[in-house]
């Protein structure tokens, strides 16, 4: 199992640029998220998925949009970049709930 | 809001010797938590977790500790050492919780020395 794999490492964006960062997952978990971890702070939800075609808001989705088309790939879209994206993302998956595995994460910087 | 709060951002301890990483919370739902660790330019790994209805939980090395009155969470690291240095998040999480979101602390970078 390669678990959670998520491409590119690394991506530097200018203003307004738009991009997809690419998570999947080889576990057949229901549950994916997308979370975005800036200096000196914790790891905030943007999205997350319950399952195929199910997807919702989390705390810090502005900016953002994501797509569930199957269980397997959670791929998160910014469509018009902005310095204030400039963080690094981490893909998740579980099975149930409350145990998440992570990715490997993508630091994306937006000048 | 910071539902989920690691006060210390750094702590130092010898090889050898007890760590004790702290998490404190203020949501009284919150009956399911977590402790990640995390490598430099890795994603977080699960290390261990405690539900509400116990007090305490202890795999090898790792005991978390839970204080519901006082809504505080301790992770105990004993003895530590140099591979354990890492940040470690705090999360927790509640019943009926749809999608099993996690909200997670700011972090705590712990540094062991040989």
């Known amino acids: 199992n390669a678990g959670v794999t998520q491409t590119p490492k690394f991506r530097i964006l200018k203003i307004g640029q738009s991009m997809t960062l690419q998570c999947t997952q080889d576990?057949?978990?229901?549950?994916m998220y997308w979370y975005r971890q800036d200096p000196g702070m914790g790891l905030k939800l943007i999205y997350y998925s319950v399952g195929a075609g199910i997807t919702d808001k989390g705390e810090v989705p502005n900016g953002y949009n994501v797509s569930r088309s199957t269980t397997e790939d959670f791929p998160l879209r910014l469509e018009l970049a902005a310095p204030s994206q400039t963080s690094v993302y981490f893909c998740a998956s579980s099975y149930t709930s409350n145990e998440q595995f992570f990715g490997p994460g993508t630091r994306l910087t937006v000048l | 809001d910071q539902q989920v709060k690691q006060n210390s951002p750094s702590l130092s301890v010898q090889e050898g010797r007890i760590s004790i990483l702290n998490c404190d919370y203020t949501?009284?739902?919150?009956?399911?938590f977590l402790w990640y660790k995390k490598y430099p330019a890795e994603g977080p790994t699960f290390l261990i977790s405690i539900s509400s209805i116990k007090d305490k939980n202890e795999d090898g090395r790792f005991t978390v500790f839970l204080n519901k009155s006082a809504k505080h969470l301790s992770l105990h690291i004993v003895p530590s050492q140099p591979g354990d240095s890492a940040v470690y998040f705090c999360a927790a999480s509640w019943i009926y919780n749809q999608g099993g979101k996690l909200i997670f602390g700011q972090g705590t970078e712990l540094s062991v020395k040989p």
């Open positions: 576990m057949n978990h229901n549950y």
């Open positions: 949501n009284s739902m919150f009956d399911y």
